[in-house]
């Protein structure tokens, strides 16, 4: 059987672009594949992926997926192993695992002109912040400061910076800001740090990568002055687009066909 479903799964999802990305993709691609959302609870995942047959090709997964997902692979790539999380799944006899968010941010990043990085600030501790530190640290990074409402949360990103040759500090949101060149905030869309906070963030914070994109400008990018705020539109087009090449080729580092044409496409969707 030809193996040509594909979806994103998470919890919530009625809100996922994803849907639209992917089609908008494969029309220009010719590929006759169908992309659907559909909400799954964490401990529902497993039992929902061995439920499935043999016409599904591969899935996306947003939280709080993205742990079960790498759990449940039997192949992880390099940026899945390294952050422990996978938004994408190949599935068949043997499951693949790849973790696209990271290429995304490069990929975004670089679309704004930014393309090396030596000191950087993270804003959050969560899954989308080990990306986010796996991406500054491929663009040359070598040292991180990590803000988090509770310090102790960010341990693995502690870890994970060992890994990487970034040393990685971990302090409050309260606590002197040094001078960065990029701050790439990864707290959930609609978060309002007090006045008082982000003031100090934004003088000494270089420009804003903000993951949140609904509604845009974030209030964290309202509040951040004349340096650019980036949206997280750009991550969320670019790691589909490496999602995509994972499901055409198996490899998100392989371009598309016409690939220029692919992304405009998915661009004019969003």
Do not use: C
Not at 55 to 80: C, F, N, Q
């Amino acid at each position: 059987m030809s193996r040509t479903r594909l979806a994103v799964w998470g919890d919530p999802i009625a809100h996922s672009k994803s849907p639209q990305l992917h089609a908008a993709a494969y029309g220009v691609l010719g590929l006759d594949w169908s992309y659907d959302r559909r909400r799954v609870a964490e401990g529902e995942f497993a039992g929902a992926v061995r439920s499935l047959d043999d016409s599904w090709r591969g899935l996306s997964l947003t939280m709080p997926l993205k742990d079960e997902a790498y759990r449940i692979a039997d192949v992880r790539d390099a940026h899945a192993e390294l952050t422990g999380v996978a938004n994408t799944l190949t599935l068949g006899a043997t499951v693949h695992a790849f973790n696209t968010d990271v290429g995304g941010i490069i990929d975004a990043l670089g679309e704004s002109g930014i393309t090396t990085v030596e000191r950087v600030r993270l804003l959050g501790a969560g899954a989308t912040a080990a990306s986010a530190l796996v991406a500054v640290a491929d663009m040359g990074a070598r040292s991180a400061d990590v803000r988090a409402r509770r310090p102790e949360s960010a341990s693995t990103l502690r870890e994970l910076g060992a890994r990487l040759g970034v040393e990685v500090t971990v302090l409050p949101f309260t606590e002197t800001a040094d001078a960065v060149e990029l701050t790439v905030s990864s707290l959930p869309g609609g978060t309002a740090l007090p006045e008082d906070v982000v003031a100090p963030l934004a003088a000494a914070g270089g420009a804003l990568f903000d993951v949140a994109y609904a509604p845009w400008p974030s209030a964290l990018a309202t509040n951040w002055g004349d340096v650019p705020a980036i949206p997280g539109l750009g991550m969320l087009l670019h790691q589909a687009v490496r999602q995509i090449r994972v499901f055409v080729h198996g490899d998100p580092g392989v371009p598309l066909p016409d690939e220029q044409d692919v992304v405009a496409a998915m661009r004019t969707a969003l």
